[in-house]
């Protein structure tokens, strides 16, 4: 093969079908909303997650103005995170979406955002749901 190919076959895949790109809405109490940025290139990614009663993630959606491997990121962990409680889906690290994907190392920041994201997301509906709780009818 002459061609050189820089991106793994799973990147390109995730990158031209990205999975569950949309919006829940933000004022659902059990959905939590994650934006983010790239400090090292201005790319702005936003995940959500929709989580029930028992904590576990039911719903997953993302929408990123970035680059390829931005969305591919994104695009992995809406699929990954699915089905998994809030404190496994807050253990995701960056290294193991890279890897899952083969990102480069000049790529590494990409994944990064979706770590950060997903963190953002579960900070997001913990603070939330507190507020609802604070602020809900005093029990008798
Ligand atoms: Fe992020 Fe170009 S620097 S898409
Ligand atoms: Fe910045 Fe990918 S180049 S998120």
């Given amino acids: 093969q002459v061609v050189k190919r820089a991106y793994h076959e799973k990147v390109i895949n995730h990158y031209e079908s990205p999975r569950n790109v949309g919006s829940l809405n933000k004022n659902d109490p059990n959905v939590g909303t994650g934006l983010v940025g790239a400090p090292a290139c201005g790319d702005v990614m936003k995940l959500q997650i929709m989580v029930d009663d028992e904590g576990i993630i039911k719903d997953v959606k993302f929408k990123t103005f970035g680059c390829g491997s931005a969305i591919a990121s994104s695009s992995f962990v809406t699929e990954h995170i699915k089905g998994l409680s809030l404190e496994q889906a807050g253990q995701v690290k960056n290294t193991e979406i890279a890897k899952e994907l083969s990102l480069p190392p000049v790529k590494l920041h990409c994944s990064m955002l979706a770590e950060d994201a997903i963190r953002a997301a579960i900070r997001d ?16």
């Fill in 125 to 140: 509906y913990k603070t939330k749901r507190s507020k609802l709780t604070a602020t809900g009818p005093i029990p008798e």
